[in-house]
């Protein structure tokens, strides 16, 4: 029997991300093979993102051009997995009735089971029943070695989220919020170290709340316990939303070396009447506390956050609340979305999407437009340092370059060998853009 070719792709978080390794480890292990273009595979599987509109357009529109393709070859397996199977399975099945697999956030590993027993039975399979809970979660049985990059890997340590932000699908999409057992997500860190990964990022929807019902201590214990790990030099871990974090938790953070100082730290917005009808639970004056509290203990931290425009009923004002504490959080980056109305939430609910297109994206250039002056001058304040980088390999959008990062998350872009991925190396910072800096090799470990 020949090999099965297997084209995957993911679209949405870090934990998406994730999730499609898992599966393409479940398929290496079951002889299939990995090709890069849609059009040479035998199987075609599509792990989704619901977050915003924009995001299952991009899949329907994959979907619309992997159905042509089975026209002509109706051997050729498609399924879709994730966020979108699990908030649309009805409409997937109507819109393309052609895809043969459709699994949702806590199903998708049974992906290659259900392709085989497919192949022979004919017919469709739509699993999207089972949610994450503590005795089931997607995550057991990782295959280590399945994974993009030898030296950094991402370690999903829980799943859900149990806030309410009226905007947001995730907690519709992803259920509520479970976290692995403290010895599960340590073992699989230690598996990762061994086989050479140097640096961690723990994933979850909100990750200050890690094992808050386990009795077993939460994100501190895990991270001072990650950080006993021979072999691994750094540990990262997103998302910290603002709520259900001290600042206890912070001079713990500050205190473990190997925890990097950067921390993503989502605003959503600079307006108190915004964040109330958001649902968000705190105040933009809050939101600086913290802020203040990661900067007085973590030496050198560097904060990114998100910010969503156009949310419904958002006046000139609210907006330009929004821009001054952009103005003022000296973040290193932020992340700007559109407000997009998504199905079934509080938002969509009760609220009406009452913000002309054309003044959501005025508004989004304009935060980028203030955010892009503060990072620069971020950026030039480092001219001169040197800093130790993680080599990545050949940088994505330099090819001349190599890229890695910094302790705080900034990408490093130097002129160097590709031999050094993995390493570490000291580079002194000689230039920087918006997004990047620029620097020279010092010296690079053995
Ligand atoms: N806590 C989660 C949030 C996932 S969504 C995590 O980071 O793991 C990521 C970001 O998308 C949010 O912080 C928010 O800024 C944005 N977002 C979520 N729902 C949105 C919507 N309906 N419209 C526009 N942006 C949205
Ligand atoms: Fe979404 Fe708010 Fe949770 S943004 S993932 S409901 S913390």
């Known amino acids: 029997?020949?090999?099965?070719?297997?084209?995957?792709?993911?679209?949405?978080?870090?934990?998406?991300?994730?999730?499609?390794?898992?599966?393409?480890?479940?398929?290496?292990?079951?002889?299939?093979?990995?090709?890069?273009?849609?059009?040479?595979?035998?199987?075609?599987?599509?792990?989704?993102?619901?977050?915003?509109?924009?995001?299952?357009?991009?899949?329907?529109?994959?979907?619309?051009?992997?159905?042509?393709?089975?026209?002509?070859?109706?051997?050729?397996?498609?399924?879709?997995?994730?966020?979108?199977?699990?908030?649309?399975?009805?409409?997937?099945?109507?819109?393309?009735?052609?895809?043969?697999?459709?699994?949702?956030?806590?199903?998708?590993?049974?992906?290659?089971?259900?392709?085989?027993?497919l192949r022979r039975s004919g017919g469709r399979v739509v699993r999207t029943d089972r949610r994450p809970s503590a005795d089931f979660l997607p995550d057991a049985g990782r295959q280590v070695t399945a994974r993009p990059e030898r030296h950094r890997a991402w370690v999903t340590v829980m799943r859900g989220c149990d806030h309410a932000c009226a905007y947001c699908i995730v907690p519709f999409t992803r259920g509520r919020e479970v976290s692995r057992p403290l010895a599960d997500v340590l073992d699989e860190t230690r598996r990762l170290a061994d086989d050479g990964v140097r640096e961690v990022t723990f994933l979850g929807q909100n990750i200050n709340t890690y094992g808050k019902n386990s009795g077993e201590g939460g994100l501190c214990t895990l991270l001072e316990e990650a950080a006993t790990i021979q072999g691994l030099d750094r540990i990262r871990f997103l998302t910290s939303n603002p709520f259900d974090m001290t600042e206890d938790m912070m001079r713990r953070f500050g205190a473990v070396e190997r925890v990097m100082p950067w921390l993503h730290i989502p605003a959503q917005s600079g307006s108190d009447a915004v964040l109330k009808r958001m649902k968000r639970t705190y105040t933009v004056a809050q939101y600086e506390e913290v802020v203040g509290w990661?900067?007085?203990?973590?030496?050198?931290?560097?904060?990114?956050?998100?910010?969503?425009?156009?949310?419904p009923g958002e006046t000139d004002e609210d907006f330009e609340g929004t821009r001054r504490l952009v103005e003022r959080s000296e973040l290193v980056q932020a992340y700007v979305f559109k407000y997009s109305l998504r199905p079934q939430t509080q938002a969509a609910r009760r609220l009406p999407d009452d913000v002309r297109e054309s003044v959501k994206q005025a508004r989004n250039v304009a935060i980028h437009a203030t955010q892009d002056v503060i990072s620069e001058r971020r950026n030039r304040a480092v001219i001169g340092d040197t800093f130790q980088v993680l080599v990545d390999g050949v940088s994505r959008t330099r090819k001349e370059m190599l890229a890695g990062r910094e302790p705080g998350n900034r990408i490093v872009h130097f002129p160097g060998d590709a031999s050094m991925a993995g390493r570490m190396a000291e580079i002194r910072i000689t230039a920087c853009g918006k997004h990047s800096l620029v620097g020279e090799l010092e010296s690079v470990e053995d």
């Open 294 to 311: 990661a900067r007085t203990h973590i030496p050198g931290v560097e904060i990114t956050s998100d910010f969503i425009v156009g949310f």
């Open 1 to 117: 029997m020949s090999t099965r070719k297997v084209y995957t792709i993911s679209y949405g978080c870090q934990m998406n991300t994730l999730d499609a390794e898992l599966v393409r480890g479940d398929l290496a292990r079951n002889g299939y093979e990995h090709v890069s273009e849609m059009s040479g595979a035998d199987v075609i599987l599509v792990n989704t993102c619901s977050v915003r509109d924009h995001a299952e357009t991009k899949v329907w529109s994959l979907l619309g051009r992997a159905g042509q393709m089975k026209k002509e070859r109706p051997d050729l397996q498609i399924g879709v997995l994730g966020c979108m199977a699990q908030r649309v399975k009805d409409d997937i099945v109507k819109r393309a009735p052609y895809v043969d697999l459709v699994l949702g956030t806590a199903n998708f590993r049974s992906a290659v089971q259900d392709l085989e027993d």
